[in-house]
């Protein structure tokens, strides 16, 4: 759905919709492009510094396109009493990258999110749609090295 769809389905125009707005657009284009922020900046009568201020203050946000390659951690209390924590060292030393941030060749990117609900298979990650269960970090590197060497190959 275009940007423009979106902001008209939320109506009458409600400055509380602001972050239900983002979800929704993000959801739609994979990020929150300039473009987004600025356009939903003005439905809603606000600037775009505010909405800045405001959507960096979630997790959830996304500001530039994701990877090939994303991967969701869950760091939820279950998944972070598993594990999780070591998973997502070793997932931040392959990649070399920051959560929420893409790899300069736009292969990867990953994010740490709470609880996806599948708390007694901890540690979870889903990558690119995929569950992974019990994952453990030794599994990673071969994970990883496989999707890359399919999209690399693509
Ligand atoms: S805490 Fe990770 S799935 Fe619930």
Request: proline content about 5%.
């Amino acid at each position: 759905m275009e940007i423009d769809k979106i902001l008209e389905s939320y109506k009458p125009v409600r400055r509380e919709d602001l972050i239900p707005i983002l979800q929704s657009i993000q959801e739609n284009e994979g990020y929150l492009s300039e473009d987004a922020i600025v356009r939903t900046g003005r439905y809603l009568g606000l600037s775009t510094t505010k909405i800045y201020g405001l959507a960096t203050f979630y997790d959830q946000f996304r500001f530039i396109p994701a990877g090939r390659i994303h991967i969701s951690i869950c760091n939820g209390t279950s998944c972070f009493l598993n594990g999780s924590r070591s998973v997502i060292t070793r997932i931040k030393e392959i990649t070399g990258i920051e959560p929420g941030q893409t790899s300069r060749d736009g292969l990867f990117s990953y994010e740490i999110v709470s609880c996806m609900g599948g708390c007694t298979n901890g540690p979870i990650i889903l990558v690119n749609g995929d569950y992974v269960s019990h994952v453990r970090p030794e599994q990673l590197p071969d994970l990883i090295g496989k999707l890359k060497y399919l999209f690399e190959n693509d």
